[in-house]
């Protein structure tokens, strides 16, 4: 079966460098995707890689891709107040629009 | 671009009340359109997927009769709740896409309904 799961919670300090992690189980995906939601608010799309990708950087993110392992991490560098949200990740299996999400991570930054 | 809204972003009814809530793509034309509802500190689960023109399609679990969704055209699906009770109390999202021409889900803001 689908399952993409998260740890729930992630503390860091502001200007260290945050490390999201993720994990799947559909050996097939195509893309997969990480959102951002604020409080009160729906998501956010920050970014994604496709599955044939090891690595996508986009000025403060990095995604990194271990297939093998069918593991994913976002990256944030120089982690900054306003970073503080939950994140989620999710998949997409091929030959489908639906979206399977994560369990969201919740980021704390402390000033 | 690829801008989803949502209206009402917040309301409160009374239990046995229904209320209606409005997904519009603002600059797209969207031939699905998907509703999710997310319990506080949870992950947005699936309620149904509602192609234009056509009945929805439900997940499992999900009572048809209480959550109507119609999509009438390409830019707009509204969920309606009936008879809410308070444990139809959540935050409801949409997200829309036009799959002539993409497989990408783009997310309305939400709304967060609470029964009284």
């Known amino acids: 079966g689908e399952d993409v799961e998260q740890s729930l919670f992630l503390s860091v300090r502001e200007g260290d460098s945050s490390v999201i992690n993720c994990t799947y189980t559909?050996?097939?995906?195509?893309?997969l995707y990480w959102y951002k939601q604020e409080p009160g608010a729906g998501l956010q799309l920050l970014t994604y890689i496709f599955s044939n990708m090891d690595m996508k950087q986009d000025q403060r993110l990095t995604v990194l891709l271990n297939k093998k392992d069918k593991h994913l991490s976002l990256r944030i560098a120089d982690t900054q107040t306003g970073d503080s949200a939950i994140y989620f990740c999710a998949e997409r299996p091929p030959g489908t629009y639906k979206y399977i999400f994560g369990t969201g991570t919740r980021l704390k930054v402390l000033a | 671009g690829a801008v989803v809204s949502q209206h009402p972003s917040w309301v409160i009814c009374k239990s046995g009340t229904s209320v209606k809530i409005e997904c519009r793509s603002l600059d797209f034309q969207a031939t699905t359109m998907f509703w999710y509802r997310q319990f506080p500190k949870q992950s947005l689960m699936l309620m149904a997927t509602?192609?234009?023109?056509?009945?929805?399609?439900?997940e499992q679990g999900v009572e048809k009769d209480k959550f109507l969704i119609n999509h009438a055209s390409l830019t707009l699906s509204t969920l309606t709740v009936t008879s809410a009770h308070p444990e139809d109390s959540s935050f409801y999202i949409c997200?829309?896409?036009?799959?002539?021409?993409?497989?990408?889900?783009?997310f309305g803001p939400g709304t967060r309904l609470t029964v009284t």
């Open positions: 559909d050996s097939s995906s195509t893309y």
């Open positions: 509602s192609n234009e023109g056509s009945k929805a399609t439900y």
């Open positions: 997200s829309a896409t036009d799959t002539r021409s993409s497989y990408e889900q783009y």
